[in-house]
């Protein structure tokens, strides 16, 4: 389980596509501290370290994972910078929300608009997720806990704070980028019993 707060951005550095497809990633966190199997989450992505290095950590990526994620649709590449968070630890200060690392669908960016020293993102989510993004309600895109602004059919507004811009790879948005969305699973659980009212 995550938090959805980023507390490094790294950077990959090797692609090789095997049976599955293997990144390493350049990080800042003291790899001594990280075992191997220990699951980090990369741009959301809940994925399990297989390979330590110094500055360094190796995963492998599924088929299925790079076919539902933005690792295919935006295709990472080297050099690409991306959003981490090492996995809760009971004690550990809950800052965001309960993200889980599994990506619910991808979204696209369609509007940017500065506002003051933040900036407004608008977003499309897929039309069968949409129902589950509520004003006020959290969501995580690409690993970052967010508050949604505000909500019209498949299209949801983030507004990101400079701090957020700084922090995160959210600093680098640009218009079509596609994100990888994970609902909240409070309104998971809560569309599923409205199911079974009536």
């Not at 500055?55 to 649709?73: C, H, K, L, P, Q």
């Not at 407004?120 to 129902?131: C, E, F, G, H, N």
């Amino acid at each position: 389980m995550f938090t959805g707060i980023i507390t490094d951005i790294g950077t990959i550095t090797e692609l090789e596509q095997r049976g599955d497809l293997r990144a390493r990633i350049g990080t800042t966190y003291d790899t001594d501290g990280i075992d191997i199997g220990a699951s980090i989450a990369c741009e959301g992505v809940c994925l399990t370290v297989i390979a330590l290095g110094e500055d360094w950590f190796d995963v492998d990526i599924s088929a299925e994972t790079v076919t539902m994620t933005n690792i295919g649709r935006n295709g990472w590449t080297i050099g690409k910078r991306i959003n981490l968070e090492r996995a809760l630890k009971v004690g550990d200060e809950l800052g965001g929300h309960i993200v889980s690392g599994h990506v619910d669908g991808v979204a696209e960016v369609i509007a940017i608009t500065d506002d003051g020293d933040s900036t407004r993102v608008t977003l499309r989510a897929p039309d069968d997720l949409a129902r589950f993004i509520a004003p006020k309600g959290s969501v995580a895109l690409n690993g970052t806990s967010l508050t949604v602004n505000a909500v019209k059919a498949a299209e949801f507004g983030i507004n990101f704070i400079p701090h957020t811009k700084v922090a995160t790879t959210w600093g680098d948005v640009a218009l079509g980028d596609l994100v990888n969305l994970e609902i909240d699973t409070l309104a998971r659980y809560v569309a599923r019993l409205n199911e079974f009212k009536g």
